[in-house]
Every structure is written in structure tokens, then in C-alpha cells.
């Protein structure tokens, strides 16, 4: 059974630090790509960062670039967003995502809240 589930969201004040991890099970991990998104309310989805599956390479959404990073330990099946100088408008719900080729995963999320 495929899992992806979220953890380390919370309330943190403007210009904090928090790490967000996923834990994945019940498929091959190192062959995937992952991804964090998140969705505020009233908006859609979307896309924050992206590594690809031996983690030798990045992308991130021009909102977070310079603030967040993303990275994976293919050993423990765990991929981390480390995001710091965390402002309001990151509020968001964080979803770890598992792609490759048709296969699309998603975590229940996790809820990280930039309030002061």
C-alpha cells in the first residue's frame, strides 16, 4: 500500500524556520520524483518544489527560492523541506507528492501556519 505522510507543519512566526518531512512507503522510492505543493485557502495548488529522484537536481517556485530547500535520503525513504524567513502568505496546507511516468501520489498534508 502506497503512503506518503506529511509531518513538522505548525504555527511559526513571520521570519521562522520550519522542516517539513515525508515519510514514504509501498513503492519504489528512489525512482521517483518528489515534490511539495501547497494550497492556501481560496487558492489553487501549487507547485513549491521539486527533486528529482537521485536529488541531483532542484526546482522551486520563484515565491520560495532563496528560502526553502528540498532535499530526499533515498535510504530512509524521506524526502525534507527545510524553509526559513517564513512569511504570512506561506500559509498554506503542504502535500508531499511521489510522480513517475503515470504513477501520481499524494500525503494527506500538513498545515503550516506564518502568524504573528
Known amino acids: 500500500q502506497v503512503q506518503l505522510v506529511e509531518s513538522g507543519g505548525g504555527l511559526v512566526q513571520p521570519g521562522g524556520s520550519l522542516r517539513l518531512s515525508c515519510a514514504a512507503s509501498?513503492?519504489?522510492?528512489?525512482?521517483?520524483?518528489m515534490r511539495w505543493y501547497r494550497q492556501a485557502p481560496g487558492k489553487e495548488r501549487e507547485l513549491v518544489a521539486h527533486?528529482?529522484?537521485?536529488?541531483?537536481?532542484?526546482n522551486y517556485a520563484d515565491s520560495v527560492k532563496g528560502r526553502f530547500t528540498i532535499s530526499r535520503d533515498n535510504a530512509k525513504r524521506m524526502v525534507y523541506l527545510r524553509m526559513d524567513s517564513l512569511k504570512p502568505e506561506d500559509t498554506a496546507v503542504y502535500y508531499c507528492?511521489?510522480?513517475?511516468?503515470?504513477?501520481?501520489?499524494w500525503g494527506q498534508g500538513t498545515q503550516v501556519t506564518v502568524s504573528s
Open positions: 507528492n511521489a510522480r513517475y511516468l503515470a504513477q501520481n501520489y
Open positions: 509501498g513503492f519504489t522510492f528512489s525512482t521517483y520524483f
Open positions: 527533486i528529482s529522484n537521485y536529488g541531483g537536481s532542484t
